[in-house]
């Protein structure tokens, strides 16, 4: 397992999305670095930009309000927003597939499940046996030649019917634990249960081999016993098929359960990111203080929760200090005139915040 | 009564069957355009040609194609089903257009195909507005959904997308609409039929009216109303067949 | 305690209908900047300006139009369009032009007259059967169905053949027939609102039932269907004109729009414009109410 062969590196990335209210500044100056196996949850409240920064690695944004101010996002070495949308597309499904929070509307409802599947794998298919020898996915392909994942050129649409695909995707269904797969791709979208379609879901990305997993509130729509379920067979999953995961995510505690890294964010801003134990036993921001102070716990019992007091930032105002600057506790007058950038202050540990250095 | 329906039913189906698939073949082909170009100008000028067709009363429609290809263009013959002369069909199916071709009397088939094309054309052109409106309004609505949006998630070119994903979806609401559809294309047919002296039954309830035959035309217009919610029903089952979630539930 | 004035803190929840004449202003500004909206209010101020002048002038036992519609002989017969008669002559030698102005106060007063009471209608029982529900309910919900299947030309023929041909007894008809949609729709929208907060405040304070649906869900419920009616008018224009071409509305040789087309179509052959002038004349009415319609629809719908 090569820790320090980077997989995603998104440098000083900046979206704004255009609105009638004006324009929001949805994700501002991102940096961050994933590597092959990892587990990294993004954690915010709803608004912080957090689902923008998966769809824009997916480079599934409507551009028309939404739109890349800067930065890059590196996948393998490559610059994906250099990219003609032609070649972009190339990367999804095979490279970076996206799995959403609805399942039920994230499946087209007048096709078998199986047949759904059977599509993800065709491009799968002829992605391996097309694979592209010159120009910008020609070098991703001479440095990671050892890895399975081929680089595609052309999609054709072949005349295969989905039976020839069969064996593959009773695989794929009984790699998500679903007990009995010949029945499950006879069905439609609706003839299954919430649990189920997320599962179906996360086998049709996987049937693709990506390298790396975007999970956009997969169990949000769920009840919380289908969620626990649903997460743990994402992290085994991971582990099984080779594939790093970023989920993204509002719950910190569910975070907690399965990630290995965990990205906070607020208001657009990345505010911390550390290493999973590390941030629940020496949390250093202090909006992630105040999240964890929101989980209820049963050591907690007698104790009212404590809420962070004051409402979300407005993204269409901006602001020259810390976003976090009026409900902080902890607020200092260079709060409120300076942003704060991230410092290191232990390997592995970044944090925006002034009570840790400029 | 029955004879008279037996022997004028079947052009009525004949018109009626063209002009369905012209109106749901314009009216997709026009409704995909407008949706995928939507607010540009081929949308706006599509809807310019439809309005013009909705907007006409369909024995206006039929007048102006009559003048446009029989009088100016001599290309299509004014009137009857079938060229004078040509022996008819034996009844196989009774629809005399579908026996000529099954029994290869290709002399029958091109004459009353050209018979046939202008009255159908009249009425598709009255009626296809409805198709492109609807279709290109579910193309619209279905394009934003969540399973479009995996589509392309999973590395799909956009025109699968919009054809093998999009475009299914938003044809269940053609295929509702089709059986009111078909009701409106056989009522005008009361108009047409007369314009063509197409022998249909349409055109038995016109001269009835004339005539001023009026229990005639009270007895007559029953059967017409028998038929058009025959017509429903069948397009409803029809319906069923074509929507999975209908089916199963 | 009036719901217009209230607020969140009252309790009685933010779905309060904008002020009436805020609206007006609103929709009037949203038809200003469509073009297509004001093309279609010209074609039906045109229309409706004829309509009313025409009618007037025979009331008062004059005309508008160049020559008498009914008189023989004004000219030589199936003239082509002229400057002395601009839509040429009929085979009776009568001035086709003056014919179609002075048809036009029969569908225009068919189509406003069938919609008004529609809407009238439409609303009174619809709200009426979305309030109280049951018996009422089912039956209209019952006789929209039936209305649904049949096409509204074949059943506006049967009544009418029952009735007797003429223009009154076609606007009878089609009045009976038309007002069904209109009452599912004021039924639709009407159940949409009765358990919105400012309803239940208002019958709280004491308002009786029926008087709080025409109070507060009359102005809601009138904007759907208003732009329903809108869009709608244009139809009972071509189902008219397809019972005048039948000859079951206006008869010869008084002059109907659809009835002037059937019986040109015959010289269509020497003087094809002859069935057109009609035929066109209806076609831009209600390309002219559906344009108005629309905008109407795209106007209203930001509300």
């Known amino acids: 397992m090569s820790l320090n062969r980077k997989l995603l590196t998104i440098s000083d990335l900046s979206i704004n999305y255009q609105s009638g209210q004006g324009t929001a500044l949805a994700v501002q100056n991102v940096s961050l670095n994933m590597g092959e196996n990892q587990f990294v949850a993004v954690v915010g409240e709803s608004g912080c930009g957090k689902s923008t920064l998966a769809l824009a690695i997916i480079g599934l944004l409507s551009v028309p309000p939404a739109k890349i101010e800067s930065g890059t996002i590196e996948y393998k070495s490559v610059d994906l927003l250099s990219l003609k949308e032609n070649d972009r597309r190339k990367f999804r499904g095979t490279e970076i597939a996206m799995i959403f929070q609805e399942p039920l509307t994230s499946l087209n409802p007048v096709y078998k499940v199986g047949d759904q599947i059977a599509e993800a794998v065709m491009i799968r298919e002829q992605r391996n046996e097309h694979p592209e020898s010159v120009g910008e996915i020609g070098v991703m392909q001479k440095t990671y030649s050892s890895n399975d994942h081929a680089l595609p050129s052309k999609v054709h649409l072949p005349r295969f019917s989905s039976r020839d695909r069969t064996p593959t995707i009773l695989d794929a269904l009984k790699l998500v634990r679903i007990a009995d797969p010949e029945q499950v791709i006879e069905r439609y979208p609706f003839e299954l249960s919430g649990g189920m379609r997320q599962r179906v879901m996360i086998a049709m990305a996987l049937s693709q081999k990506p390298a790396l997993l975007l999970a956009d509130e997969p169990t949000t729509a769920l009840d919380v016993t289908t969620q626990a379920q649903v997460l743990k067979l994402i992290k085994t999953l991971m582990s099984e098929v080779n594939t790093s995961v970023l989920l993204i995510t509002h719950d910190l505690a569910v975070a907690s359960q399965v990630a290995d890294r965990i990205i906070v964010m607020y208001a657009g801003d990345l505010v911390e990111d550390s290493d999973v134990y590390e941030l629940f036993s020496e949390p250093l921001h202090p909006y992630t203080k105040g999240l964890l102070s929101c989980i209820p716990s049963g050591s907690k019992k007698d104790k009212a929760l404590k809420p962070i007091p004051g409402t979300v930032f407005d993204l269409t105002k901006p602001s020259a200090g810390c976003k976090f600057a009026s409900r902080c506790s902890r607020c200092m007058d260079i709060c409120r005139a300076k942003k704060p950038v991230l410092v290191e202050t232990k390997p592995g540990h970044r944090v925006a915040c002034f009570l840790y250095g400029e | 009564m029955t004879t008279v329906i037996a022997e004028t039913l079947p052009y009525t189906i004949q018109i009626a069957f063209f002009a369905f698939v012209i109106s749901i073949l314009l009216g997709v082909t026009l409704g995909v355009i407008s949706a995928r170009y939507h607010h540009q100008i081929a949308d706006k000028s599509i809807r310019a040609f439809y309005l013009a067709g909705i907007c006409s009363p369909s024995f206006f429609a039929a007048l102006v194609l009559l003048i446009i290809f029989n009088l100016e263009l001599h290309l299509l013959p004014s009137g009857g089903a079938v060229g004078i002369g040509i022996p008819a069909p034996t009844p196989i199916t009774y629809i005399p257009i579908l026996d000529s071709l099954i029994e290869g009397n290709f002399t029958y088939f091109s004459s009353a195909l050209q018979h046939v094309i202008l009255p159908s054309l009249s009425l598709a052109f009255v009626n296809f507005g409805v198709v492109v409106r609807v279709l290109r309004s579910s193309m619209l609505d279905v394009m934003h959904s969540n399973y479009i949006r995996t589509a392309r998630a999973k590395g799909l070119d956009e025109s699968t997308v919009f054809f093998k994903h999009g475009l299914r979806n938003a044809m269940i609401s053609v295929v509702t609409l089709s059986s009111i559809l078909v009701t409106w294309l056989i009522t005008g047919t009361i108009f047409v039929e007369n314009i063509f002296a197409y022998p249909g039954i349409g055109q038995y309830v016109f001269q009835a009216l004339t005539t001023q035959d009026y229990p005639g035309v009270m007895a007559t217009t029953l059967v017409f109303a028998v038929i058009i919610v025959a017509t429903n029903l069948v397009a409803d089952i029809l319906y069923v067949a074509v929507d999975p979630q209908i089916r199963l539930s | ?303």
């Open chain 3, 1 to 303: 305690m009036s719901p217009e004035g209230a607020t969140e803190e009252d309790g009685v929840g933010a779905l309060n209908p904008p002020p009436r004449h805020e609206r007006l202003r609103v929709v009037v500004r949203a038809l200003r900047s469509n073009k297509g909206a004001l093309v279609g209010a010209s074609i039906v101020t045109i229309f409706l300006v004829t309509a009313l002048a025409v009618f007037i002038a025979g009331l008062l036992h004059t005309r508008i139009t160049p020559y008498n519609p009914i008189q023989q002989d004004v000219g030589p017969a199936l003239a082509p369009p002229s400057w002395a008669h601009l839509m040429g002559t009929d085979e009776l030698g009568r001035d086709v032009f003056s014919r179609v102005v002075a048809a036009t106060p029969n569908d225009v007063a068919v189509s406003l007259s069938v919609i008004g009471f529609s809407l009238m209608v439409g609303v009174l029982v619809g709200t009426y059967a979305a309030f109280h529900g049951g018996l009422v309910d089912e039956a209209l919900m019952r006789i929209t169905d039936i209305f649904f299947a049949i096409p509204a030309l074949v059943l506006a023929m049967a009544i009418g053949i029952a009735l007797g041909p003429g223009i009154t007894n076609m606007a009878i008809a089609l009045m009976v027939i038309w007002w069904p949609p209109y009452a599912r729709l004021a039924r639709g929208e009407a159940l949409k609102i009765a358990h919105q907060n400012y309803i239940e405040a208002a019958r709280l304070s004491g308002a009786g039932r029926f008087r709080t649906i025409l109070e507060h869900a009359l102005p809601n419920v009138s904007v759907t269907l208003m732009v329903y009616a809108s869009l709608d008018v244009g139809t009972v224009i071509l189902i008219y004109a397809g019972l005048s071409y039948l000859g079951l509305a206006v008869r010869p040789p008084y002059p109907d729009w659809g009835q002037m087309v059937s019986a040109y179509q015959d010289y269509l052959v020497s003087v094809p414009w002859l069935p057109l002038f009609p035929g066109l004349v209806l076609a831009l009415g209600v390309v002219g109410f559906s344009l108005l319609g629309d905008g109407l629809k795209d106007a209203l719908g930001g509300l």
